[in-house]
């Protein structure tokens, strides 16, 4: 099991989810925002942390079949990746933080939460649009 420290998701909670700058009015509004951010601040670090650890393996460990078949759609890949193998979880990483300027030059290094936690939110934007026009090849009903 991946040992995530509490500095790490203390830090995405104010860099990505921004958690200073909310001003909720009741104890049971902040209460449920913080469970949802504390949730999206330990996958980021999550996957910060098990991209750089264990990064040749199958991206499947993070990402679905869907997220990374959009990813590599959206990132030039010719057709859809239906027989593809998986990209690995290092490359996968790295190509979601394409959607957000990450160039990945060398001196570079890996991306960080911060960008990876944007990225992500417009990962499942196009993963949301990827399987409605998925669908919608499949049944015969393509856009004009």
Known sequence: MTHISAG??????????R?????????????????????????VSLLTHQSREDPDAPCTVF?????????????????IP??????TLR????????LGGFLGRKSDGEP??????KDLQRLDDITDMFCIMLERARSGRAPP
């Open 19 to 43: 958690i200073e700058e909310r001003q909720l009015g009741s104890a049971n509004s902040l209460e449920a925002c913080l469970g949802v951010d504390l949730v999206v601040a330990w996958r």
């Open 8 to 17: 790490h998701c203390s830090s995405t909670l104010k860099s990505g989810c």
């Open 112 to 117: 960080g939460a911060q960008a990876l936690w």
């Open 82 to 87: 239906e027989d593809q193998d998986e990209p």
């Open 91 to 98: 490359e996968a990483t790295r190509t979601v933080a394409t």
């Open 63 to 79: 990402f679905t079949p869907d997220q990374w078949k959009a990813l590599w759609v959206r990132t030039g890949a010719e057709g």
